[in-house]
């Protein structure tokens, strides 16, 4: 099973950039697709983007296409979120996405907080 760890959340200026990370244990973490998603108070949680397990594919949400870039590091067990030219409805907790494409095992992170000012 695999753990998730998000990080690099925190406090930035509109129109201002973050890179958030997300670290798996495990040694299997080629096997993951893996998926970011938001969560702003009071509302449900919605998918932000995603890459596939090997690194090549990625999708995004479509508010965030051309700000935002998803990443990957097998090497490292981690991937990460650049996020540009921050908006603060972008303000939520992001928390990470694992699947597992073998088992079809979902598993999430305990989420990191954005929080956009003017």
């Known amino acids: 099973q695999v753990q998730l760890v998000e990080s690099g959340g925190g406090l930035v200026q509109a129109g201002g950039s973050l890179r958030l990370s997300c670290a798996a244990s495990g040694r299997t973490f080629s096997r993951y697709d893996m998926g970011w998603y938001r969560q702003a108070p009071g509302k449900g949680r919605e998918f932000v983007a995603s890459?596939?397990?090997?690194?090549?594919?990625?999708t995004y949400a479509d508010s965030v296409k051309g700000r935002f870039t998803v990443s990957r590091d097998n090497a490292k067990n981690t991937i990460y979120l650049q996020m540009n030219t921050l908006k603060h409805e972008n303000a939520a907790t992001y928390y990470c996405?694992?699947?597992?494409?073998?088992?079809?095992?979902?598993?999430w992170g305990q989420g990191t907080q954005v929080t956009v000012t003017s």
């Open positions: 996405l694992a699947g597992n494409i073998d088992t079809r095992e979902d598993h």
């Open positions: 890459i596939r397990w090997g690194g090549v594919s990625t």
